[in-house]
């Protein structure tokens, strides 16, 4: 592992431990020519996945996009770093065991949105808010009286609009 600080390639492994729920290895590491000390985390990766975005460009999964994006609709939310660590790599290992080495990213949203709806009904709000491109606030009136009623968030296709889109004035 080369060295984030001096570019050394002859860097020392001085504790490993598991991290999270035990889906990746954390290393503290150590630079003899520099004395740096910095952290490496060693995850599995089933396959190379890549993304479906809508206007037909493939683009590498990043989990830690995946990971910046639920942040931002958790921030400010009282939810355990743990609990969103544990949604992320679920969602991962989802997407990893599905088979496809393509996956659309309306699927990756709908996942998003079914692990928000039960972490965080705010989050879920938040983050729907964007997913579904929501242009008024009935589209929220809309998404809450769904989630007050209990009624479920399915994946949405890529080739069906989302719902908000659809009821939006101007797009039918």
């Known amino acids: 592992m080369r060295c984030p600080y001096c570019g050394s390639l002859d860097t020392q492994v001085k504790d490993s431990r598991p991290a999270g729920d035990a889906s990746a290895i954390r290393r503290r590491r150590a630079c ?3 004395g740096g000390r910095f952290t490496t985390f060693e995850r599995v990766q089933l396959r190379e996945l890549m993304v479906l975005k809508k206007s037909g460009r493939r683009v590498p999964f990043d989990r830690e996009k995946l990971m910046r994006s639920i942040e931002v609709a958790l921030r400010k939310r009282p939810v ?4 969103v660590e544990r949604m992320v790599n679920g969602i991962v290992r989802q ?3 599905q088979g ?6 309306g699927r990756i949203g709908g996942l998003v949105m079914e692990g928000l709806r039960g972490l965080d009904s705010v989050a879920y709000v938040r ?3 964007v997913y579904r491109n929501f242009r008024e606030a009935r589209d929220f009136n809309t998404l809450i009286d769904e989630l ?4 479920g968030e399915a994946p949405e296709d890529e080739t069906t609009p989302p719902p908000a889109i659809a009821r939006s004035p101007g797009l039918a």
């Open 100 to 105: 496809e080495s393509e996956i659309p990213s």
């Open 127 to 129: 983050f729907a808010s």
């Open 95 to 97: 997407l990893e065991s």
């Open 32 to 34: 003899p020519d520099c």
């Open 148 to 151: 007050a009623n209990g009624e």
């Open 80 to 83: 355990e770093p743990d609990r």
